[in-house]
């Protein structure tokens, strides 16, 4: 049965196109451009290839040749099934969620991201293990485009070539075209033969041997697909070919010993139930805010005010003002990885809730820039705190916009900010850099809010009271804050730190149930 459209979205000049084959009920996924009649699409020259692809230990791969070659397109794929599809606009960001389901009870998550007026998506994938046993997870690709070229008929004899650009460090890169057949990617006479080509690099230096990009060209139709891996650390590109279309993929590979395009090159993953991520999830917060507390003691009050969460609908983590809701994924390769940037990342979200940044959200039209101006306020504060365990070098980019904004705004305040930024002319390609540099959590859960009702408050939490202030006092009480380690001798300190989250926080306080 061929293929139906299940969903198109219309991105810039791009189409995102979902394919459903209501037989087996696996998803496919295209990115098309805009510019092209859509009546040139071939749609019987290849197979639908799942947007989702993995590989757990034990399952059979992808018949002839496939073994020691490739895992895409194996047995694990093969037992998806089409769950749902949700879509959501925050301000000016479309989200795309595609979830697929097996009978074992594995969840996983296809997301597109797309920020208005960008000419590019962003694409991730999620596992969910929500079995009762535990999983080993051999493969896991990030993003995968199948199909290539939708427009081709037949195997398009020397109509695709493989761009990619080969360096070292400290050496410019050197672009390298090639067609397809060069690589032996060509379609077996009867199409059941597996062909594969794997590059990529082992360690987190910005470039060894190949930059992080990867790009198909079909010359015949003047259309590119290219990719770019987005992650400093160890990665993998494969372009797989089985029939007369064409596959790219990209993965983070974990090993650091031999090089990624090996067979060797990906680290299997014990995937745990969910009881279990959830338990390390929570020692790790605890963590890092016991590591906070004993650094700055006069925040304990308000460290101690929000509860944690396992929340799998974010691939970070976030507040909304009651708990910290974390993707275990992200906490843990954090934690081992660098862990100074949760204790960062929490004093970040902490930041937040003091200055009330998710409840004035929703009295400003752009979203996207309420969060931008949120995150610069915050980053602003955090930074003038010198504590080690919150010390980040400033890059110079961050510091010319601090010395700008404190120019022609005074006081980094999210309002004021705001403002700035709406009466300035919008530049969509800067205010993307601006939020590469100052984001560190997830705002998401801040427009839930005004959708969900509040939730029961944790036994475990300090209660939170109604309390009133004005502007005054909360410049007065960060002033304080700022200076508290310089005045540990005073007599008041817990009087002073709870008046301190009182008037930060002027509809809400802390103090123990």
Request: one cysteine or more; hydrophobic letters at 35%.
């Amino acid at each position: 049965m061929h293929p139906e459209v299940l969903q198109e979205y219309k991105l810039g000049d791009m189409v995102a196109r979902y394919l459903i084959n209501r037989d087996s009920m696996q998803v496919g996924f295209q990115l098309l451009p805009e510019n092209v009649s859509q009546e040139n699409i071939v749609t019987d020259n290849c197979f639908m290839e799942s947007l989702i692809q993995y590989k757990l230990t034990g399952d059979i791969y992808n018949e002839a040749y496939a073994g020691g070659c490739s895992m895409r397109n194996g047995e694990s794929v093969r037992k998806l099934k089409f769950s749902e599809q949700t879509d959501e606009f925050v301000g000016e960001q479309l989200q795309v969620n595609t979830i697929m389901m097996d009978e074992d009870g594995h969840r996983l998550i296809h997301h597109l991201v797309w920020l208005k007026n960008m000419p590019y998506v962003r694409i991730s994938c999620t596992f969910e293990n929500q079995s009762k046993t535990n999983c080993c997870l051999e493969m896991f690709e990030s993003f995968s485009l199948g199909g290539l070229s939708p427009y081709m008929q037949g195997d398009g004899n020397g109509t695709l070539w493989l761009h990619r650009v080969r360096s070292v460090w400290s050496q410019e890169g050197r672009h390298e075209a090639i067609p397809v057949e060069d690589l032996q990617l060509e379609p077996a006479w009867d199409p059941h033969a597996v062909r594969c080509e794997r590059f990529g690099q082992a360690g987190s230096m910005p470039v060894n041997r190949f930059f992080p990009f990867a790009a198909i060209e079909d010359r015949k139709n003047h259309v590119f697909w290219g990719a770019q891996i987005a992650h400093p650390a160890s990665w993998q590109m494969e372009v797989y070919r089985k029939d007369n279309g064409l596959a790219l993929s990209g993965v983070i590979s974990e090993r650091r010993k031999h090089p990624p395009c090996l067979w060797t090159g990906r680290k299997r993953r014990t995937m745990k139930t969910r009881e279990q991520l959830e338990a390390t999830g929570n020692k790790i917060l605890n963590s890092v805010r016991t590591e906070l507390y004993l650094s700055m003691r006069f925040m304990g009050p308000a460290l101690g005010s929000l509860g944690f969460a396992m929340d799998l609908s974010t691939r970070t983590v976030g507040t909304d003002a009651v708990y910290i809701r974390f993707n275990p994924t992200y906490l843990l390769q954090t934690y081992i990885e660098r862990p100074e940037i949760l204790n960062r990342t929490y004093m970040h979200m902490l930041m937040h809730c003091l200055f009330r940044h998710m409840f004035s959200a929703k009295q400003h039209e752009d979203a996207q820039l309420w969060d931008l101006c949120c995150d610069i306020a915050v980053e602003s504060v955090v930074d003038s705190m010198d504590y080690p365990t919150i010390l980040r070098v400033t890059s110079d980019f961050r510091q010319e916009w601090y010395e700008k904004l404190e120019k022609e705004v005074s006081v980094l305040t999210a309002e004021k900010l705001y403002q700035y930024f709406m009466l300035r002319k919008r530049d969509p390609y800067l205010e993307e850099s601006l939020r590469q540099e100052f984001l560190l959590c997830d705002h998401s859960f801040w427009q839930r809010m005004e959708k969900e009702p509040p939730q029961e408050q944790n036994k475990n939490q300090l209660q939170l009271l109604p309390a009133q202030t004005n502007k005054h006092s909360r410049l007065i009480c960060l002033v304080l804050l700022l200076l508290f380690p310089v005045l540990p001798h005073l007599q008041f300190c817990s009087f002073l730190q709870l008046w301190i989250c009182r008037s930060l926080h002027p509809c809400r306080y802390w103090y123990p149930s």
